[in-house]
Nanobody, 118 residues
Framework: QVQLVESGGGLVQAGGSLRLSCAASGRTVRNYVMGWFRQAPGKQREFVASIPWSGPSTFYTDSVKGRFTISRDNAKNTVYLQMNSLKPEDTAVYYC???????????WGQGTQVTVSS
């Protein structure tokens, strides 16, 4: 079992920055790849970025490349999403997730709201 708790959301003006955190716990958490997703009102949940607990492989959706950075702190079992140059279209509930295999994400956090005003 893996538990995920997000924090760091809030209201920010366009062009501003926020850093989201995802605290992960569970005996096998290091076996999982960690990801960030988001869901805007009336839209489907979409992938934002992912990172494993070891190795350099990170992936981003095209719309956030160059603006968002996913990182990890292995000592704290925490994954971060640094979001810069935020746009109103980044407004969404952001979720942290963990996957063991390639078929899909197995565990999800409760989500944190990010609102970007124009």
């Amino acid at each position: 079992q893996v538990q995920l708790v997000e924090s760091g959301g809030g209201l920010v003006q366009a062009g501003g920055s926020l850093r989201l955190s995802c605290a992960a716990s569970g005996r096998t958490v290091r076996n999982y790849v960690m990801g960030w997703f988001r869901q805007a009102p009336g839209k489907q949940r979409e992938f934002v970025a992912s990172i494993p607990w070891s190795g350099p492989s990170t992936f981003y959706t095209d719309s956030v490349k160059g603006r968002f950075t996913i990182s990890r702190d292995n000592a704290k079992n925490t994954v971060y999403l640094q979001m810069n140059s935020l746009k109103p279209e980044d407004t969404a509930v952001y979720y942290c997730a963990a996957r063991l295999g390639v078929l899909g994400y197995d565990y999800w956090g409760q989500g944190t709201q990010v609102t970007v005003s124009s």
